[in-house]
């Protein structure tokens, strides 16, 4: 089993930064496929960007694309999302994902084994 927790997320002013954490317990995260998803209030959660278990292979959401950065560190078994020039529009919940290599989407929620509780971002304008 996979335990996953978020911290980092907090109150920033638009254009600011926050960088978010996501440590792991259990068992080390080097097999998996680890993402970030987010679910903004009356919307449905929808995927940020992804990292391949060796950190080689990412992919992003156009929008946060040259904003936002994934990173891993498998030695401190921790996942990272780095998110610069933050927009209101980037005000939701943010969950950390973790899942075996498979031939599905990274985008793809039902991929994902493990989810963290959640940490909340919010973007003040």
């Known amino acids: 089993q996979v335990q996953l927790v978020e911290s980092g997320g907090g109150l920033v002013q638009a254009g600011g930064s926050l960088r978010l954490s996501c440590a792991a317990s259990?068992?080390?995260?080097?097999?998996?496929?680890m993402a970030w998803f987010r679910q903004a209030p009356g919307r449905e959660r929808e995927f940020v960007p992804s990292i391949s278990s060796s950190g080689s292979s990412t992919d992003y959401l156009q929008s946060v694309k040259g904003h936002f950065t994934i990173s891993r560190d498998n030695d401190k078994n921790t996942v990272y999302l780095q998110m610069n020039s933050l927009k209101p529009e980037d005000t939701a919940i943010y969950y950390c994902?973790?899942?075996?290599?498979?031939?599905?989407?990274?985008?793809?929620?039902?991929?994902?084994?493990?989810w963290g509780q959640g940490t909340q971002v919010t973007v003040s304008s």
């Open positions: 259990g068992r080390t995260l080097d097999p998996y496929v």
């Open positions: 994902a973790a899942g075996p290599s498979t031939t599905w989407s990274a985008a793809s929620a039902r991929r994902y084994d493990y």
